[in-house]
């Protein structure tokens, strides 16, 4: 079924909750359906969206959007146990005498309107690894693979074997494997200006595993399930997970956001030294900047640093408000802040940074 509304307000549908309102929005139920939607004709600019959770509406939009509803979690290739070629349970007998290492992956086909925690819930509950420290990201299945969502050491990359796609322009099914996704830090191939908005992803086929292979060397996650304590397993990592979240991060549906604002600078070695030695003057020569060495030679810095180092952290701009817990992430703070007042605070925010460190910020919310 698709169902289509014309003037739709979008307040629910974008969780920085701006009030704006789509001339057209479709939602689809099937691939069926998707194919029946006569591409050409919609009212353009045309943006599909997932759970709107990185998305900023700067306006009412005066195209089309749509939104999938294509809901299901199916398990394509499970176990084959040596005796008998059916698939068989995590907890059947024979799992006991096999090796830890020794279960083959487990391909997981998802559609992309299932909400991403619901598939992390699943797979925790199924016993299956390579999803748990994406728990709590907020959003859709379609919208991961385009995105690469991370956290916590793990990128969706990780896990992804193949996205399923419906082509818009030749009207036709594709896929594409995950070494054809170009994968980056939160980008693919399907955020490329040139491509942007063609390929619909319609299901993705994620590789998992029911071999214990736990990720815990980002931060103090290990310490956090250490204390934990209990089996080391998928759903007890999630647990953690989303209590650090929840103490972190604003929840959406209390107060809006988009998440990670900005992107983290990476700037030249000799700019960084520039930056750590006024930070040594003015807090003691046993300071440090946060950063990662990257590979090239260049130097990534927390963005959520320097403008903790502007005194943004915790400030309020009429609706909006930069957020105590997080410097990265920007608040609507009222609930009836207005896109022109979370664009002010960003431009505010990317000013002073530039003025103290003289580095550039880019947001990586979409600015629709
Ligand atoms: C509180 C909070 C915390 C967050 N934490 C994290 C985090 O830890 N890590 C992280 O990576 N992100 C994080 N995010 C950002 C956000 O959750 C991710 O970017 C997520 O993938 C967005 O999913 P969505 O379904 O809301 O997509 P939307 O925001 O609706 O869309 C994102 C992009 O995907 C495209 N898209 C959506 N669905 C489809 C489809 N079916 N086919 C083709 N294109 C599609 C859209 O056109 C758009 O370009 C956070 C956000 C919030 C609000």
């Given at each position: 079924?698709?169902?289509t509304?014309y003037?739709?307000?979008l307040?629910?549908m974008?969780?920085?909750?701006m009030k ?9 139920d099937?691939v069926?359906?998707?194919v029946?939607?006569?591409f ?9 969206i997932?759970g709107?959770s ?5 306006d009412?939009f005066?195209?089309t959007?749509?939104?999938s ?6 398990i394509l290739?499970d176990?084959l146990?040596d ?8 907890d059947?007998s ?7 290492e020794?279960?083959?992956?487990v391909?997981v ?7 991403f925690?619901?598939?992390c819930?699943w797979a925790?509950?199924?016993?299956l690894w ?5 728990s ?7 919208a ?13 990359k990780?896990?992804v074997?193949k996205v399923?796609c419906?082509?818009?322009l ?9 070494d054809e996704c ?6 693919s191939?399907?955020k ?6 063609r ?7 994620f590789?998992?595993?029911r071999n214990p292979q736990?990720?815990?060397d980002y931060?103090?996650?290990k310490d956090?399930?250490d ?5 080391l397993?998928?759903a007890?990592?999630?647990?953690v997970i ?6 972190k991060?604003p929840?959406p549906s209390v107060?809006?956001?988009?998440g990670?604002f900005f992107?983290n600078p990476v700037?030249p070695?000799?700019?960084?030294i520039?930056?750590e030695?006024e ?8 300071y440090?900047v946060?950063h990662?060495?990257?590979p090239?030679?260049?130097v990534?810095?927390p963005?959520a640093?320097?403008?903790?180092q502007c005194?943004?952290?915790g400030?309020r701009s009429?609706?909006a408000a930069?957020?105590?817990k997080?410097?990265?992430v920007?608040?609507n ?5 207005y896109p ?10 990317i000013?002073s940074?530039?003025?103290?460190f ?6 990586e919310?979409?600015?629709i």
């Amino acid at each position: 079924m698709i169902k289509t509304e014309y003037y739709k307000d979008l307040t629910k549908m974008n969780t920085f909750g701006m009030k704006v309102k789509a001339r057209c929005f479709m939602e689809y139920d099937s691939v069926a359906d998707l194919v029946d939607i006569e591409f050409s004709e919609l009212a353009r600019p045309v943006l599909h969206i997932g759970g709107g959770s990185n998305l900023l509406f700067t306006d009412d939009f005066k195209g089309t959007v749509l939104h999938s509803k294509i809901n299901f979690i199916e398990i394509l290739d499970d176990n084959l146990c040596d005796t008998d070629p059916s698939p068989c349970s995590p907890d059947s007998s024979c799992h006991s005498e096999r090796s830890e290492e020794s279960f083959p992956p487990v391909l997981v086909s998802v559609g992309s309107g299932v909400v991403f925690d619901d598939f992390c819930d699943w797979a925790a509950k199924e016993g299956l690894w390579g999803v748990e420290n994406l728990s709590y990201i907020p959003g859709e299945v379609g919208a991961s693979a385009v995105q690469n969502i991370g956290a916590y050491g793990v990128e969706v990359k990780d896990v992804v074997h193949k996205v399923y796609c419906y082509d818009t322009l030749e009207e036709e099914f594709v896929s594409f494997g995950v070494d054809e996704c170009g994968y980056g830090y939160r980008d693919s191939i399907f955020k490329k200006p040139e491509i942007r908005g063609r390929y619909v992803v319609t299901h993705v086929v994620f590789t998992l595993s029911r071999n214990p292979q736990p990720k815990l060397d980002y931060g103090h996650l290990k310490d956090a399930v250490d204390a934990a304590g209990g089996d080391l397993t998928p759903a007890l990592i999630r647990k953690v997970i989303i209590k650090i979240r929840k103490e972190k991060l604003p929840e959406p549906s209390v107060v809006g956001s988009a998440g990670s604002f900005f992107k983290n600078p990476v700037v030249p070695m000799e700019q960084f030294i520039r930056i750590e030695t006024e930070a040594k003057a003015e807090f003691g020569s046993d300071y440090k900047v946060p950063h990662y060495d990257l590979p090239d030679g260049m130097v990534k810095i927390p963005a959520a640093w320097m403008i903790e180092q502007c005194g943004w952290k915790g400030r309020r701009s009429g609706g909006a408000a930069v957020w105590e817990k997080q410097p990265l992430v920007i608040v609507n703070y009222t609930g009836e802040a207005y896109p022109e007042e979370i664009v002010g605070l960003e431009r505010r925010i990317i000013s002073s940074v530039k003025e103290k460190f003289g580095v550039e910020l880019h947001p990586e919310v979409d600015h629709i």
